[in-house]
């Protein structure tokens, strides 16, 4: 980052020594620790918001195509198809479509009866058959 070579560090350490003293020189380094970690902190917690910043930005420019080819797709298939449903006409029941049947009057509402194991058994058949509905 400074581009700091082997030569100036070790003229930077005999400077740091001869003005700030050997006695005082660990004080000094542990004061010139925090402020570097502080300093990292700030750092780091400013490239995080500009992090999210770019994600959102990156987040809405795909939204937006999203919407672009969405449209499009839509026009598309709007000129292939010249009538498409609307709402009402999608929950409304089909005109085409025979009336539904009533309910049997013994209650088992168009449930065919299961056949017994036994019945199965002596079919020859092995496996279990549902009847099929009326």
Known sequence: MFDVGASELLMIIIVAVVVIGPKDMPMALRTAGRWIGKMRKVS?????????????????????????????IMKASAIDSPH????????????????AAPAPADGTEGVAPLTDAREVEASGRGEPHLQPPP
């Open 44 to 72: 780091n917690h400013f490239r995080a918001g500009i992090d999210a910043m770019v994600r959102e930005a990156e987040l809405e420019e795909m939204e937006r195509k999203w919407r672009e080819q969405n449209e499009a």
């Open 84 to 99: 498409l449903p609307t709402a009402e006409e999608m929950q409304a029941p089909p005109a085409s479509l025979p009336p």
